[in-house]
């Protein structure tokens, strides 16, 4: 497997674009991680099935979040994508998340090119309500059988502050 911190860039950004690496399907109870000093896919952990993601979780290549990892990306899709393909995805959104009160932003994307929608979905306001408390959920809980109330979805916001979140962590990779 190739290094994707060496091989991808975030992706055109200011246009509403970034690369997305697959980490864990979406349905996946499997905690699977890119690691960094490896350059591999590594199964972490298995959580408990109950807790499966509600969406695929990837990663953004070339950004660090506050958390010192990889910036986290959500990406919504009618079907699982599997582990260790990337995509170029547009930015749809946000999710302001806190985990042990450390910042664990998950900026959401769909793909770039998505014929079956039409390009359809463009904001957080064309996901289904449903959808957006089927991932709160998943967020605030996730964590309760070992760490109760560790975890905190803050806040959703727009594009514009998607954009911020990512450039600040480009901006952290780039000074690392």
Same mark, same amino acid.
């Given at each position: 497997m190739a290094d994707f911190n060496q091989i991808l860039t975030p992706?055109?950004? =200011?246009? *509403?674009?970034?690369?997305?690496?697959?980490?864990?399907? $979406? *349905?996946?109870?499997? #905690?699977?991680?890119?690691?960094?000093?490896? !350059?591999?896919?590594?199964?972490?952990?298995?959580?408990?099935?109950?807790?499966? #993601?509600? &969406?695929?979780? *990837?990663? +953004?290549? $070339?950004?660090?979040?506050? =958390?010192?990892?990889?910036?986290? !990306?959500? +990406?919504?899709t009618n079907e699982p994508l599997p582990t260790g393909i990337y995509l170029e995805a547009r930015i749809i959104g946000v999710m302001k998340f806190a985990d042990d009160s450390e910042v664990d932003d998950k900026v959401v994307v769909v793909p770039a090119d998505d014929r079956n929608t039409g390009n359809a979905i463009r904001t957080l306001d064309d996901l289904s309500p449903q959808l957006i408390k089927q991932i709160e959920f998943h967020f605030n809980?996730? %964590? =309760?059988? #070992? %760490?109760? *109330? &560790? &975890?905190?979805?803050? %806040?959703?916001?727009?594009?514009?502050? !998607? #954009?911020a979140v990512i450039h600040e962590a480009i901006e952290r990779w780039n000074n690392r």
């Open positions: 992706g055109p950004v =200011d246009d *509403g674009i970034v690369n997305v690496v697959v980490e864990i399907p $979406q *349905g996946s109870s499997h #905690k699977i991680e890119w690691n960094r000093e490896l !350059a591999v896919m590594q199964l972490d952990r298995v959580e408990p099935a109950i807790f499966a #993601k509600p &969406t695929n979780y *990837g990663f +953004i290549p $070339q950004t660090l979040d506050e =958390d010192g990892d990889e910036l986290d !990306a959500l +990406i919504v809980h996730y %964590k =309760d059988l #070992k %760490k109760p *109330g &560790t &975890t905190v979805v803050e %806040k959703w916001a727009d594009i514009d502050e !998607a #954009k």
